[in-house]
């Protein structure tokens, strides 16, 4: 007995020894061999510290360092530069060439985005078409372009308006009606809006977030993208996590309890409406009726059901619901936050205010706003607002400056040569050469492409691409028609194949929200000092982040008499 029990125990600890010299040895290959072999290691980059290196990380994503990083990296390497993520294995480059971004932008199939970012935004809102790559992102960027028709934006015009006279009474209420200015938080106001908006045009739900609902829906998709998005920080543990999702299941946080709880609830209520309108549909279609949703829900849906489509190639109700919510959260966040940086920079540029205001003015209707139908609404858009020029002089301007989405990351999926616009910089044994103008990566690599680097690069915008210039965009500088994005020169919305499919959607949103709050409101900055930080997105933060994010300004009624 004890001689099987001793020879267990040998078989245990022999086990135990060969499973941690495996380990030992992976570890080894990982963070001495291989990354001798890796191609970037000849690309000069800013020097390493440490084994745990976070200082390349905080000089390329946070804000505050950032632009002057890009410059002194372009400065004293070039536009190709090795930089390291946290870890030893995690060799990258980091790009401020259009040419290369083009090449990884455009070749979807082999750069995609790193499972880690898929995995952590999955937990919340699934896999949608924001995180969906290969064939599974084709049919979801399908069916999103069944969905986000020119229609659809017209008629999403008179909602967006509502929504945003929505913020207009409740401001006027809070501000007596005129009578004082008040310190309001313009952030959270507009989040609430855009909520609002989503919520209505998405899938025809009522929020009612402006109104201080109490919404188990609102709230449940509000706590997450708080909990999960805006206050998380990722510190050692956060980065191992991402490294090895398994470690979440050894420790289990408060944010991890948190976004299971709400996706639970968003499961449940968000599920029962999908189900309830797929049943709708389905009976007007036997009735031989026309459904008349304008929402995205129906629009997916009816697309979905539709008899050109083979029941194979249809999408689950599970994988509709996740790209709704990716709407929701894409919607929500990146317009809200765009127009939450444009208030920012009017009030601190009151000339710039001024001016808009006055355009905006120049086109208001003699009758009140409130009883204008959704034709006139539409009317007034689609003839007089969507023409102004300095108004969409301002939100180019705004989304430039401060991208809503501070820089992005691709993973290559095989080997591959990136093509370069100029011969690349290489550390040949010390000495820095250029030669061939092309940088060979290998499998798994990571490629930083910074947004806001890219927008705000002098040698493309001009001396002055740092500063607040709506007026650039009536002259600008011949070297801008080289940037790879279709949308004016700037990468706020994306690039290439992945280029985002609401951009019009988000700029008309924003066109209707100025010309409302500007033309009624003047907006002053408080004196607090602000903090941008990148949480997925750049949002703007008081002293404390766990209070989440946050954007003060005084807020008075224009008095058009004055």
């Given at each position: 007995m004890n001689s099987l029990l001793e020879s267990n125990m040998f078989s245990f600890t022999t086990l135990a020894i060969c499973f941690c010299l495996a380990v030992g040895c992976l570890f080894v290959y990982w963070t001495v061999i291989l990354p001798r072999y890796n191609p970037l290691r000849t690309i000069p980059g800013p020097p390493l510290h440490g084994i745990y290196n976070v200082a390349h990380m905080s000089m390329v994503t946070n804000p505050a360092l950032s632009p002057r990083a890009h410059a002194q990296f372009v400065q004293e390497f070039g536009r190709n530069v090795h930089i390291?993520?946290?870890?030893?294995?995690?060799?990258?480059?980091?790009?401020?060439?259009?040419?290369?971004?083009?090449?990884?932008?455009?070749?979807?199939?082999?750069?995609?985005?790193?499972?880690?970012?898929?995995?952590?935004?999955?937990?919340?809102?699934?896999?949608?078409?924001?995180?969906?790559?290969?064939?599974?992102?084709?049919?979801?960027?399908?069916?999103?372009?069944?969905?986000?028709?020119?229609?659809?934006i017209h008629v999403s015009k008179a909602v967006i308006f509502q929504k945003a006279?929505?913020?207009?009474?409740?401001?006027?209420?809070?501000?007596?009606?005129?009578?004082?200015?008040?310190?309001?938080?313009?952030?959270?106001?507009?989040?609430?809006?855009?909520?609002?908006?989503?919520?209505?045009?998405?899938?025809?739900?009522?929020?009612?977030?402006?109104?201080?609902?109490?919404?188990?829906?609102?709230?449940?998709?509000?706590?997450?993208?708080?909990?999960?998005?805006?206050?998380?920080s990722v510190n050692l543990w956060g980065a191992l996590i991402l490294q090895f999702p398994f470690l979440s299941y050894i420790y289990t946080d408060e944010r991890i309890r948190t976004i299971a709880a709400c996706r639970a609830t968003i499961e449940r209520v968000a599920g029962g409406l999908l189900r309830e309108k797929k049943r709708l549909i389905v009976d007007s279609t036997k009735e031989n009726k026309l459904f008349h949703g304008k929402d995205l829900l129906t629009l997916m849906l009816q697309s979905n059901l539709s008899p050109d489509i083979p029941p194979a190639q249809r999408h689950s109700d599970e994988e509709i619901l996740n790209n709704i919510s990716t709407y929701l959260f894409a919607g929500t966040d990146t317009t809200g936050m765009g127009l939450t940086w444009t208030l920012l920079l009017l009030a601190m540029y009151p000339d710039v205010q001024t001016r808009l205001r006055n355009e905006l003015l120049s086109i208001c209707p003699s009758i009140s706003l409130e009883?204008?139908?959704?034709?006139?609404?539409?009317?007034?858009?689609d003839n007089s607002i969507a023409n102004l020029q300095y108004l969409d002089n301002v939100i180019k301007e705004s989304l430039r400056l401060i991208p809503p989405i501070h820089s992005t990351i691709r993973c290559a999926t095989q080997v591959d040569i990136i093509p370069t616009s100029s011969p690349m910089k290489f550390n040949d044994g010390g000495r820095i050469i250029e030669s061939r103008k092309d940088i060979k990566v290998l499998k798994g690599t990571a490629i930083h492409i910074p947004i806001e680097g890219l927008n705000l690069d002098k040698e493309y915008w001009g001396h002055d691409a740092w500063n607040f210039n709506p007026d650039r965009w009536d002259d600008l500088p011949e070297t801008v028609t080289s940037l790879p994005s279709p949308y004016a020169?700037?990468?706020?919305?994306?690039?290439?194949?992945?280029?985002?499919?609401?951009?019009?959607?988000?700029?008309?949103?924003?066109?209707?929200?100025?010309?409302?709050?500007?033309?009624?409101?003047?907006?002053?900055?408080?004196?607090?000092?602000?903090?941008?930080?990148?949480?997925?997105?750049?949002?703007?933060?008081?002293?404390?982040?766990?209070?989440?994010?946050?954007?003060?300004?005084?807020?008075?009624?224009y008095d058009n008499k004055s």
């Open positions: 390291r993520g946290p870890f030893p294995w995690d060799d990258r480059l980091l790009t401020l060439d259009p040419l290369a971004i083009s090449h990884v932008l455009k070749n979807t199939s082999i750069y995609q985005k790193p499972w880690q970012t898929r995995a952590m935004i999955s937990t919340m809102i699934g896999t949608g078409i924001l995180f969906a790559e290969g064939d599974a992102h084709k049919r979801f960027r399908k069916l999103g372009t069944a969905a986000f028709t020119p229609q659809h006279l929505n913020v207009r009474r409740r401001w006027l209420s809070l501000l007596k009606g005129g009578q004082e200015e008040r310190r309001l938080d313009v952030c959270d106001w507009i989040c609430r809006a855009t909520f609002d908006v989503i919520g209505k045009t998405g899938f025809d739900y009522e929020f009612n977030a402006v109104d201080g609902s109490e919404d188990e829906l609102y709230l449940a998709y509000n706590r997450m993208f708080e909990v999960g998005v805006t206050q998380h009883t204008l139908s959704a034709e006139d609404i539409q009317s007034l858009f020169g700037i990468l706020s919305f994306s690039a290439g194949p992945r280029f985002c499919l609401g951009q019009k959607f988000a700029i008309a949103e924003m066109k209707i929200v100025l010309f409302i709050l500007v033309s009624h409101f003047v907006f002053r900055t408080t004196g607090e000092k602000l903090n941008k930080s990148n949480v997925v997105l750049t949002k703007p933060y008081l002293s404390d982040m766990s209070e989440g994010a946050q954007l003060p300004l005084f807020v008075s009624v």
